[in-house]
């Protein structure tokens, strides 16, 4: 029985084998979408506990689970945000005496590269989302065009007319080469040619 079929089956080996695989991946990923060390965790534990929900959804047929993963780690990463922008309305509602510090962001600091993490966060901001999803998954994450497309849940047409898109934006807001010296990924394969920096790297990131 192939990976794929166990992890349909519920295997719970599979899935501790599958956890290790990827789990670096997944944190790598939501790391570079929220900037934020302890949501990044938050995302990780999400990310499977929704993938162990919709195990009976895997297609028997197929390579890696890995964009499957970073599909589901965006959507966790997206939900993530919505509530902390919620919890940030009501705290920004409440009278200032009663406003706490928030030392999360601390959190950051144990990164080395915090400051071209910001830097790079900055200008990503300035980007669609659905921009900046793609960015993250080819650019970051290492995905071709196929695999972002799989993890989207979009055509892969799509995929390339969105990170042509951010290219061109980013090219015009900034000229940081952490952002643009990484190669256009190619159909099929599953990398980006060429030496990528991610803007944070608290862990090996292991391609499957």
Same mark, same amino acid.
């Given at each position: 029985?192939?990976?794929?079929?166990?992890?349909?089956?519920?295997?719970?080996?599979?899935?501790?084998?599958?956890?290790?695989?990827?789990?670096?991946?997944?944190?790598?990923?939501?790391?570079?979408?929220?900037?934020?060390?302890?949501?990044?965790?938050?995302?990780?534990?999400?990310?499977?506990?929704?993938?162990?929900?919709?195990?009976?959804?895997?297609?028997?047929?197929?390579?890696?689970?890995?964009?499957?993963?970073?599909?589901?780690?965006?959507?966790?990463?997206?939900?993530?945000?919505?509530?902390?922008?919620?919890?940030?309305?009501?705290?920004?509602?409440?009278?200032?005496?009663?406003?706490?510090?928030?030392?999360?962001?601390?959190?950051?600091?144990?990164?080395?590269?915090?400051? !071209? @993490? *910001?830097? +790079? %966060?900055?200008? &990503?901001?300035? =980007?669609?989302?659905?921009?900046?999803?793609?960015?993250?998954?080819?650019?970051?994450?290492?995905?071709?065009?196929?695999?972002?497309?799989?993890?989207?849940?979009?055509?892969?047409?799509?995929?390339?007319? !969105? @990170? *042509?898109? +951010? %290219?061109?934006? &980013?090219?015009? =807001?900034?000229?940081?080469?952490?952002?643009?010296?990484?190669?256009?990924?190619?159909?099929?394969?599953?990398?980006?040619?060429?030496?990528?920096?991610?803007?944070?790297?608290?862990?090996?990131?292991?391609? !499957?």
């Amino acid at each position: 029985m192939n990976e794929r079929a166990r992890i349909r089956a519920g295997d719970p080996v599979a899935f501790g084998q599958l956890f290790d695989q990827c789990a670096r991946s997944v944190y790598n990923h939501a790391f570079r979408l929220t900037g934020n060390w302890s949501t990044a965790e938050d995302v990780v534990a999400l990310t499977f506990l929704e993938a162990w929900r919709l195990r009976a959804k895997v297609d028997l047929d197929g390579g890696s689970l890995r964009p499957w993963l970073l599909g589901i780690a965006t959507n966790a990463a997206r939900n993530t945000a919505r509530a902390a922008r919620r919890h940030e309305g009501a705290i920004a509602r409440l009278p200032r005496d009663e406003v706490m510090p928030d030392f999360a962001d601390e959190l950051v600091g144990r990164i080395d590269d915090t400051e !071209r @993490l *910001a830097a +790079a %966060r900055e200008a &990503l901001a300035a =980007l669609r989302r659905s921009e900046r999803e793609v960015f993250a998954l080819c650019v970051w994450a290492g995905l071709d065009y196929a695999g972002a497309a799989q993890a989207l849940g979009i055509p892969v047409g799509t995929v390339r007319s !969105r @990170l *042509a898109r +951010a %290219r061109r934006k &980013l090219q015009k =807001l900034t000229q940081t080469p952490l952002l643009m010296k990484n190669r256009e990924p190619r159909l099929g394969c599953g990398q980006v040619e060429g030496g990528r920096t991610p803007a944070a790297r608290p862990t090996q990131e292991e391609t !499957r």
